[in-house]
T-cell receptor, first 112, second 113 residues
């Protein structure tokens, strides 16, 4: 079974802090994704990565950056957290030759 | 917006009844997927239907796709309390030359025992 893990289930940070959200997958998937989920807005894509060292902006990249130094790990970075980044963050991975995405359990981030 | 829309936003039924959720989308697609999300958890893939397919079954799930109307429906037959979750449709955006999935806003299903 594919397993996608995220470093924290719940996280509370203060405005202006630098925040790292980590995602690890154990199935050698090439593609990895970061989404945020907000009530009434569904899932919105922040960044994705086709492979190691590669990254592409999604629909809402402002205020975020990413890092993919190893194939199994995709990190989302909030350089200076703001209250409007309070959200549920979901990581997903996918084998490049397939269509199905496999999701982690999510990190609920609160920025005070 | 490319975003899909699910209908209804919320649905409450009794165990044993069927649940039908609809999804409309705006762009041409290669495939449409349905995902399920238990409260506060990640999404789990349920079923994928390709643009050249009209209907697909998986256990108690039945998905239909009408590309002329840009719509899909998910039917859960003989529902159980454990089916309580949010259900999302997702379309690939390959017509926009990307590999992104575009998710709808979801239908919250409540199944009462």
């Amino acid at each position: 079974d594919v397993k996608v893990t995220q470093s924290s289930r719940y996280l509370v940070k203060r405005t202006g802090e630098k925040v790292f959200l980590e995602c690890v997958q154990d199935m050698d998937h090439e593609n990895m994704f970061w989404y945020r989920q907000d009530p009434g807005l569904g899932l919105r894509l922040i960044y994705f990565s086709y492979d190691v060292k590669m990254k592409e902006k999604g629909d809402i990249p402002e205020g975020y950056s990413v890092s993919r130094e190893k194939k199994e790990r995709f990190s989302l970075i909030l350089e200076s957290a703001s209250t409007n980044q309070t959200s549920m963050y979901l990581c997903a991975s996918r084998k490049s030759s397939t269509d199905t995405q496999y999701f982690g359990p999510g990190t609920r981030l609160t920025v005070l | 917006s490319q975003q899909g829309e699910e209908d209804p936003q919320a649905l409450s039924i009794q165990e044993g009844e069927n649940a039908t959720m609809n999804c409309s989308y705006k762009t041409s697609i290669n495939n449409l997927q349905w995902y399920r999300q238990n409260s506060g958890r990640g999404l789990v893939h349920l079923i994928l239907i390709r643009s050249n397919e009209r209907e697909k079954h998986s256990g108690r799930l039945r998905v239909t796709l009408d590309t002329s109307k840009k719509s899909s429906s998910l039917l859960i037959t003989a529902s159980r309390a454990a089916d309580t979750a949010s259900y999302f449709c997702a379309t690939d955006a390959r017509s926009y030359n990307t590999d992104k999935l575009i998710f709808g806003t979801g239908t919250r299903l409540q199944v009462f025992p």
